[in-house]
């Protein structure tokens, strides 16, 4: 008895002995707030036809942030040059919108050139994609407006791309988009399609390319750049500089074999892409880290939906009561994303880096209305726990990230 109870004195030594780690970071306390909506509801819904019938507000949990100071000035970070950033509106396309301004900033950095994209030129074009697969597949596949990050350069490398001011699918006295009915009629018209057993590819797609002709406008076939006329191939390969191939994309999951090039299976990758090379998280951190360092911008994608994530402070940390800091690894990440916990559902543009106490802090650019609601609207800034515990994918070019590719066949 007496060796049971000297044996239970050393490990409650033990324990406390172990304290102090965890002590280290202070905990996080959680609150419940009304859920910030003021620019979605008061800008962007009183200006798209019809305007709802009347405001909705709910209470959330979140972290109590309550006298923290963040580093919450753009100018304190290193950043890469973007486009001012711009609102996606009524859509659920923040897929294209991060990836496109991911483009502009490679262009400014290959050419020179500072251009606006067009966000709608790639959306189109990805509604057909998505109608011809849907009928190949005989309609096993998920219908949404989502996307993944690589799908721009797929749709580029297809159909190549535009400038903004020449298909903005504004129409007259419109601010923003809004694809509530298009995308309605789109499934609508799909569902129908399954139904009958209606698979004629050709019947499909024109028919999708009438409703998105309908709300969107036909896409050019040309456009003039210095006077000159070019396709949108033309334009993308002899103007822009981009090699879509030269893009690559990453994942750190624990689900696929490591090292190697796997699927990315959630619904938004509809087209079911198996291009994500899947490294160990460290590598994953560290490839990000080293690109925006070395001049490099990045589209990540993740979930943006935490309770660490606030919009009026523009701010995206990891609460102690969801996990302290030095438990956040492979097996942490990889269980949120099995139990769903962690969803893919919002792609960001990462422009910037700044390090505060040896922890680095991410700027980046948002279309989304949260991102909005705060003293620097469009952006948010983002702990490197964040990423690394709830940012899935990222995108960037092949030069950014020599080493992680070297171990790739």
């Known amino acids: 008895m007496n ?37 979605y509801l008061d800008v962007i819904e009183p200006a798209v036809d019809p305007p709802p019938a009347k405001k909705k507000s709910w209470r ?22 973007h486009q001012p950033p711009v609102s996606q509106g009524k859509t659920s396309t923040c897929w294209c919108y991060a990836t496109t301004s991911f483009y502009e900033s490679e262009v400014k950095r290959l050419t020179g050139r500072e251009v606006r994209l067009s966000t709608m030129y790639t959306v189109y074009w990805e509604y057909v994609e998505r109608a011809r697969y849907f009928v190949q597949q005989r309609g096993q596949m998920f219908l949404g407006e989502g996307s993944e990050t690589n799908a721009v350069a797929r749709m580029m490398k297809r159909y190549g791309i535009v400038p903004e001011e020449q298909y903005s699918c504004l129409r007259p006295g419109q601010q923003f988009p809004d694809h509530t009915r298009l995308f309605a009629e789109v499934e609508t018209y799909l569902k129908s399609v399954k139904q009958h057993n209606a698979w004629n590819e050709a019947q499909v797609v024109a028919t999708v390319r009438a409703i998105l002709d ?78 925006i360092r070395r001049g490099f911008s990045v589209a990540i994608g993740g979930d943006f939906s935490e309770p660490g994530l606030e919009g009026s402070r523009q701010v995206a940390i990891v609460p102690t009561f969801d996990i302290p800091a030095d438990y956040i690894d492979e097996h942490a990440r990889q269980l949120r994303f099995s139990n769903r916990s962690t969803t893919d559902d919002h792609a960001v543009h990462l422009v910037g880096v700044h390090t505060v106490d040896g922890k680095d802090w991410f700027l980046c650019k948002d279309s989304g209305a949260g991102s909005r609601n705060g003293a620097h609207p469009g952006y948010y800034f983002i702990h490197e726990d964040y990423v690394k515990l709830k940012i899935m994918t990222y995108t960037v070019h092949k030069d950014a990230v020599r080493e992680l590719l070297a171990q790739f066949p």
């Open 214 to 291: 309908h709300h969107l406008g036909p896409p050019p076939t040309e456009v003039v750049v210095d006077g000159k006329k070019l396709t949108p191939l033309q334009y993308l390969n002899e103007v822009l500089k981009i090699r879509p191939d030269d893009y690559v994309d990453f994942m750190s999951l624990l689900e696929k074999p490591q090292l190697q090039r796997a699927e990315y299976e959630v619904p938004d990758n509809w087209w079911k892409s198996d291009v994500y090379h899947n490294v160990p998280l460290d590598q994953f951190m560290q490839g990000l880290k080293q690109a």
């Open 3 to 39: 060796r049971m109870l000297r044996w239970l004195s050393l490990v409650g030594l033990g324990l406390l002995a172990a304290q102090p780690a965890l002590a280290q970071q202070p905990r996080d306390r959680s609150t419940y707030i009304e859920y910030n909506t003021s620019y």
């Open 60 to 81: 959330v949990l979140k972290a109590d942030l309550t006298g923290r100071n963040f580093p919450t000035d753009p100018q304190l970070y290193q950043q890469v040059w």
